[in-house]
């Protein structure tokens, strides 16, 4: 059974910086394309970014881009989301993913003063 259990997130003020980590469990970890999505509160989930299995490609979605690195260390069955310059509009519920549909429980993210 795949489980992916998220960690890092808290409350930073406008402008600071949080790392998330996503460690995955019970799978083969390389085999996974992984992606990290937010929902706010009365909104819909949304993409924030993935990674290819081997770390060689990346994509963000346009709100973060600049200020979010996602990468991964397949050794650790571990990928990460280097959150910088955060903003209020960052908060939200953040999830991993895998490209074959397996989800972590999320960890909440708060930007505010």
């Known amino acids: 059974q795949v489980q992916l259990v998220e960690s890092g997130g808290g409350l930073a003020p406008p402008g600071g910086s949080l790392r998330l980590s996503c460690v995955v469990s019970g799978s083969i970890f390389s085999a996974y394309n992984m992606g990290w999505y937010r929902q706010a509160p009365g909104k819909e989930r949304e993409f924030v970014a993935g990674?290819?299995?081997?770390?060689?490609?990346?994509y963000y979605a346009d709100s973060v881009k600049g200020r979010f690195t996602i990468s991964r260390d397949n050794a650790k069955n571990t990928v990460y989301l280097q959150m910088n310059t955060l903003k209020p509009e960052d908060t939200a519920v953040y999830y991993c993913?895998?490209?074959?549909?397996?989800w972590g429980q999320g960890t909440q993210v708060t930007v505010s003063s």
């Open positions: 993913n895998t490209n074959r549909g397996h």
């Open positions: 990674i290819n299995w081997s770390g060689g490609s990346t």
